[in-house]
């Protein structure tokens, strides 16, 4: 778990970093389903709605090169295969 413990954002000053909150709603929000495009769309929004309620920018998630949607697609694979590059 992050420094962050059990995150409550909901009206919260925002303490954690973007890769601490990112980490953490990983964590809370996506299960191992490989290549289901659909819930990943589905959760990049969620993503993008909660970071901004967290009044975070998506900038400070740290993505790297991915898009939302890619990125949480690749975390499903990353969880469905552990041992896949991320690790």
């Known amino acids: ?13 925002n303490e954690c970093s973007g890769i601490d909150f990112l980490e953490n709603w990983i964590q809370r929000n ?3 389903n490989a290549g289901d495009r659909s819930q990943a769309r589905k959760l990049a929004q969620k993503l993008v709605v909660d970071a901004m309620t967290a009044r975070l920018k998506v900038y400070e998630l740290e993505l ?10 690749d975390a499903m694979v990353h969880l469905d295969a552990p041992g896949t590059p991320g690790d």
């Open 1 to 13: 778990m992050s420094a962050c413990g059990p995150v409550t954002w909901y009206g919260a000053v």
């Open 64 to 73: 790297g090169d991915s898009d939302v949607e890619k990125y949480i697609l």
């Open 30 to 32: 996506v299960l191992p």
